[in-house]
C-alpha cells in the first residue's frame, strides 16, 4: 500500500514540476542511485550496484539526450562533455567494480546539482517578483494601469534577463 502511495507521489510530483524542476529532480535520483551502488559495492553485492549504476546510466543519458542545440549550441557542448564524463564513470565503476570511480561521478553530480539548484531559485524569485508585479498592476485603476505598465517591470524587461531553460524528456 505504501509503495503504490509513493508512485503516486512521485507521478504527481513528475507531472506538476517545472522544467527545471525535473532536471533538478533527475540529478537527485542519479546522485541516489550512485550512492546505493557504491553502498552495494562496499557490500559486495556486485548486482545490486550493477542494477543502480545501470539506472544512474539512464538518467544521464537521458539528461545528454534532452539538450536542445538549437537553442545553445555552446552551451549543450559544454554540459554535453559533463555528462559524458559522468556517464563514462559510471560505466568504469560497474565494470571495475570501482568505488573511487562513484565516488569521481558523485563530486561532479552534487556539484552540477548545488548549480542547478540555484538556477531554480532565481528562477522562482524572477516568477514570484513577476506575479507581484502583475498583481500590483490589477489593483491600480485601468488608466493608470496602461501608464505603469509602458516601460515598468510588466513588459518583461526585469524578467526577460533570466535565461530560460529548456529541458526535454
Known amino acids: 500500500m505504501a509503495d503504490n502511495q509513493n508512485n503516486t507521489y512521485l507521478r504527481d510530483a513528475v507531472l506538476t514540476a517545472t522544467p527545471e524542476k525535473l532536471q533538478l529532480m533527475l540529478y537527485d535520483g542519479a546522485i541516489r542511485f550512485s550512492t546505493q551502488a557504491r553502498e552495494a559495492i ?8 550493477y542494477n543502480k549504476l545501470t539506472r544512474a546510466q539512464h538518467i544521464i543519458l537521458e ?12 552551451l549543450c557542448e559544454r554540459v554535453a562533455s559533463i555528462y559524458n564524463f559522468l556517464y563514462r564513470k559510471l560505466v568504469d565503476a560497474c565494470v571495475g567494480r570501482s568505488v573511487s570511480d562513484i565516488d569521481d561521478a558523485l563530486k561532479v553530480l552534487r556539484i552540477e546539482r548545488e548549480t542547478w539548484q540555484i538556477l531554480v531559485d532565481k528562477l522562482q524569485n ?5 506575479k507581484r508585479n502583475q498583481a500590483g498592476h490589477g ?4 488608466g493608470a494601469s496602461e501608464a505603469q505598465g509602458a516601460g515598468s517591470a510588466s513588459d518583461g ?5 533570466v535565461p530560460r531553460l529548456y529541458v526535454e524528456g
Not at 562496499?42 to 550496484?49: A, H, P, T
Not at 524572477?126 to 513577476?130: H, N, T
Open 42 to 49: 562496499e557490500r559486495k553485492d556486485y548486482e545490486e550496484s
Open 126 to 130: 524572477a516568477r514570484d517578483e513577476e
Open 139 to 142: 489593483d491600480a485603476p485601468s
Open 63 to 74: 539528461m545528454l539526450n534532452g539538450l536542445d542545440y538549437e537553442v545553445n549550441q555552446d
Open 157 to 161: 524587461s526585469d524578467f526577460d534577463s
